[in-house]
């Protein structure tokens, strides 16, 4: 069974349109991410939810808006998209203990997007 | 700031040789340290984690990691490399007073068969 999994896995657009990219994990845990990787494979927190609550908010344009139904999911919307938003996105969870933030991060096996 | 280094973009080693990928960290406090691997087109995976206890980290497929406060290092290692190691390697420091991780920017493995 698939820990975590992100649909699509490819997603080619064109610029202007919207487009959503969803996010499940099915291993019980509370917190939720969205990471970007770019060309050169750096890799960038978007976001981060806390059963359901928004708790990290990094600089990203607010075209990207994250929506989280319930613990299990989180997905990402983006508006209007562009051509630098093309990158592979991440999804990853984690168990949260309040302050102890030793939980391992599980990641999905990402979305290639590619804005034309 | 918390922050993490991978100083080398690039490591080549043959196959058999010890492999080492370096990783130096800054942080406020005690540092949580993670060591992921990313095989092409795939996810990160999840190989090993410092949070506290033995300096010497040992975690999946081989791979082990010393911690050393006074260098602030967190260099990922093997005895023996494997071509099925080649692939792209992320340090990774856990922000202990926030939520989220900072990754550094990757390492990538080539094991010359």
């Known amino acids: 069974d698939t820990a975590v999994s992100q649909t699509p896995k490819y997603l080619v657009t064109q610029m202007g349109n919207d487009k959503s990219i969803k996010c499940e994990q099915n291993?019980?845990?509370?917190?939720m991410y969205w990471y970007k990787q770019d060309s050169k494979k750096f890799l960038k927190i978007m976001f981060s939810?806390?059963?359901?609550?928004?708790?990290i908010n990094e600089t990203v344009p607010n075209r990207f808006s994250p929506k989280s139904p319930d613990k299990a999911h989180l997905n990402l919307h983006i508006n209007s998209l562009e051509l630098g938003d093309s990158a592979v996105y991440f999804c990853?969870?984690?168990?949260?203990?309040?302050?102890?933030?030793?939980?391992?991060?599980?990641f999905g096996p990402g979305t290639r997007l590619l804005v034309l | 700031a918390q922050s993490v280094a991978q100083p080398e973009d690039q490591v080549n080693v043959a196959e058999g040789n010890p492999l080492t990928v370096k990783c130096t960290y800054s942080?406020?406090?005690?540092?949580?340290l993670f060591w992921y691997v990313q095989y092409p087109n795939r996810g990160l995976q999840f190989l090993l984690k410092?949070?506290?206890?033995?300096?010497l980290v040992k975690g999946s497929y081989g791979f082990e990691a010393e911690f050393n406060k006074s260098q602030t290092s967190f260099h990922l290692k093997k005895p023996s490399a494997l071509v099925s190691d080649s692939a792209l390697y992320f340090c990774?420091?856990?922000?202990?007073?926030?939520?989220?991780?900072?990754f550094g920017t990757g390492t990538s493995l080539t094991v010359i068969p």
């Open positions: 942080v406020s406090g005690n540092p949580y």
């Open positions: 291993l019980g845990h509370d917190t």
């Open positions: 939810y806390n059963n359901k609550e928004l708790i």
């Open positions: 990774a420091v856990r922000d202990i007073g926030g939520n989220q991780f900072y």
């Open positions: 990853a969870s984690s168990r949260f203990r309040g302050t102890d933030h030793q939980e391992t991060q599980y």
């Open positions: 410092y949070i506290t206890g033995d300096n």
